[in-house]
Nanobody, 121 residues
Framework: QVQLVESGGGLVQAGGSLRLSCAAS????????MGWHRQAPSKQRELVAV???????NTADSVKGRFTISRDNAKNTVYLQMNSLRAEDTAVYYC???????????????WGQGTQVTVSS
């Protein structure tokens, strides 16, 4: 089994910054993509940013230029630096990792419990 533990959420004023961290632990053979999604009240979960093991990234248009995803492969940890936060960034942020299961020969997706980010205007 693989566990993802997020940290770094909280309450911040508009224009402020937060840094989210997500550490993967457990039976990890190989991790491909790691990313962040978010879900605001009454809205569907949406992709915020994803980073592959080689370092290539994809970021949602709504956060481009403000959020930066990075990764420490040695620590199986992904980060999300969030700057110039807006009220509309308020959501629960979920970490996701795609991990290879050598017993079944497939990639499996794991999710963290989520961390609340609240931006006051």
């Amino acid at each position: 089994q693989v566990q993802l533990v997020e940290s770094g959420g909280g309450l911040v004023q508009a224009g402020g910054s937060l840094r989210l961290s997500c550490a993967a632990s457990g039976s990890i053979f190989s991790i491909n993509a790691m990313g962040w999604h978010r879900q605001a009240p009454s809205k569907q979960r949406e992709l915020v940013a994803v980073i592959l093991s080689g370092g290539s990234t994809n970021t949602a248009d709504s956060v481009k230029g403000r959020f930066t995803i990075s990764r420490d492969n040695a620590k199986n940890t992904v980060y999300l630096q969030m700057n110039s936060l807006r009220a509309e960034d308020t959501a629960v942020y979920y970490c996701n990792a795609r991990v290879f299961d050598p017993r079944l020969g497939v990639w499996r997706d794991y999710w963290g419990q989520g961390t609340q980010v609240t931006v006051s205007s």
